[in-house]
Each structure stands twice: as C-alpha cells, then as structure tokens.
C-alpha cells in the first residue's frame, strides 16, 4: 500500500492546455517534495513545500501544500512539449530520515 | 559544483550474485539515501546513511547492506540477487541542516538475469 497516493496516473494533452496533478494521503507530512523524472534518469527536484497552505510559483507551475499538511496539488498553466514526463511527490515525516514517494503521474504533452 | 554521481550506470548480474553500487554526494552534503525504483513506480526508501551510521531502513531484507565512509561517499550492497531486484537504484544525497530537500543521482540501473 502506497503511503502517497497521485492521480492520475497517466495523462495525456494538448499542449497549450491546462492540467493538475493530485498527492494524497492519510497521513501528516513534515514537508513534501515535487519532483519530475526523465526515462533512465533519476528524479529532478522542482520544489519543497512545508508549511500547510503554502503555495509556491515556478513559472508556469504552482505548487500548493494542503492546509492539514496531508495533500498537495502540483497545476501547470498552458503546457509545453517540454514539460513531458513523470511526476512525483514525496514526503518526509517528521525526523526527515525517511521519504514516501508516490508512484507518480505519467504526463505526455502532444505538439 | 559536482551534482550526485553514481556507478555504474548499468549492471547486469545472476540470480544469486551479489553486487555493489557506488554514490558520491553533492558537495557539501553529508547525508546520504539509497531507493530501489521498478519500472513504472515511484522510488522506494531502502536505507540512509548518515556519519558512516544507517540512520533509517525501509522495508527492504538484510539482503540489503550499506556503507557510508568519512568523505561521505556510500555503497549499497544487495547479496543473493534475485530476479525481482532488477529496478533503478537511485541514491539521494542531502545537508542534516536541511533534510527536507535532497538531491538525486541518475541511477543504475540493474538488470539480475
């Protein structure tokens, strides 16, 4: 049983089109990390949040941390070819030694 | 400024061989995570090491040793491959000040035959 649970799991769009990626959980998180993965490479830190309601901007991305500190939502404004790939969030409880990943999201950005 | 290094890139192995992974951290990091990734799933906490301690372990067999020496570079070591050990092994390094964000290599990937 995944601690972490992200929909959906595979998502494909238009670019230019908007989307959102969902991480759920039951449990609190001391903090929780986005991050993007390439095939064959390991996973590329895209932000951290840690406060419960904070929502963090990267361009085109938003980030938002659930106020109970159990979900977070990763939304992408008008998506480019280049955002293609798959999405993961992690959390770290509250000693930081350990992080939960969630099996991640699969986005396909079509030209 | 070097990222996370790992080696090999790619393995392959027998069932029944043992095999060692290598990971240098990021300057300035003195902490470091080891995660075991299947194909099509996200990574899963295998151990961390931090001064040359395992600090945490997930759920994974003693199978699954590790290593962390004084330049804080670390080893995994997987003993009795199986066939359902073949994944990514990605290793993440980090700053004790600051655990909440770590950093991650590019993996090896391991194929047990």
């Known amino acids: 049983t995944q601690l972490l649970e992200q929909s959906p799991q595979f998502l494909s769009i238009q670019e230019g089109e908007n989307l959102t990626v969902y991480c759920n959980s039951s449990?609190?998180?001391?903090?929780l990390q986005w991050y993007r993965q390439e095939p064959g490479e390991g996973p590329v830190l895209l932000v951290t949040v840690v406060t419960g309601g904070e929502v963090k901007k990267l361009k085109r991305l938003t980030f938002q941390f659930g106020d109970a500190r159990k979900d977070s939502s990763l939304h992408i404004t008008a998506a480019q070819t280049g955002d293609t790939g798959l999405y993961l969030c992690a959390g770290a409880q509250s000693n930081f030694n350990k992080f939960y990943f969630g099996s991640g999201t699969k986005l396909n950005v079509k030209p | 400024d070097a990222g996370v290094t790992q080696s090999p890139t790619h393995l392959i192995k027998t069932r029944g061989q043992q095999v060692t992974l290598r990971c240098s951290p990021k300057s300035g990091h003195d902490t470091v995570s080891w995660y075991q990734q299947a194909l099509g799933q996200g990574p899963q906490f295998i151990f961390q090491?931090?001064?040359?301690?395992?600090?945490q372990r997930g759920n994974f067999p003693d199978r699954f040793s590790g290593h962390q020496f004084p330049n804080y570079s670390s080893e995994l070591n997987v003993n009795a491959l199986l066939l359902g050990d073949s994944a990514l092994y990605l290793c993440a390094s980090s700053y004790a000040g600051i655990q909440e964000t770590q950093y991650f290599g590019p993996g090896t990937r391991l194929l047990v035959l």
């Open positions: 090491y931090y001064e040359e301690e395992e600090r």
């Open positions: 449990s609190v998180f001391s903090s």
